[in-house]
Nanobody, 119 residues
Framework: VQLQASGGGLVQSGGSLRLTCAAS????????MGWYRQAPGEQRVFIAT???????YLADSVKGRFTISRDNAKNTIYLQMNSLKPEDTAVYYC??????????????WGQGTQVTVSS
């Protein structure tokens, strides 16, 4: 599985960006795709995930500002980020994870895309 993330950039506080992550390879219906972010000097943290059935989980810090969507036909997810704040500045990583036979699991990461929000 390969994940290609795009859409990052520099935006002013209050602005919007849309991130895209396209997955290729063996994708299964029970794979969950999502976004995480890592600010300088901090650990990578959860932002949002979405299942193929459309179940969504969002971090409290982005609820009401970010939305996640998924196009199963294209194996692609999107993160629409509105009302951006300087504290949203981070490298955003796309993730695909899912169960595998015999109790195992798999997880893949994209290369990351930089989002910088200026005040």
């Amino acid at each position: 599985v390969q994940l290609q993330a795009s859409g990052g950039g520099l935006v002013q506080s209050g602005g919007s960006l849309r991130l895209t992550c396209a997955a290729s390879g063996s994708i299964f219906n029970n794979d969950v795709m999502g976004w995480y972010r890592q600010a300088p000097g901090e650990q990578r943290v959860f932002i949002a995930t979405i299942t193929s059935g459309g179940s969504i989980y969002l971090a409290d810090s982005v609820k009401g500002r970010f939305t996640i969507s998924r196009d199963n036909a294209k194996n692609t997810i999107y993160l629409q980020m509105n009302s951006l704040k300087p504290e949203d500045t981070a490298v955003y990583y796309c993730n695909l994870a899912g169960p595998r036979p015999y109790g195992s699991s798999r997880s893949y990461w994209g290369q990351g895309t930089q989002v910088t929000v200026s005040s």
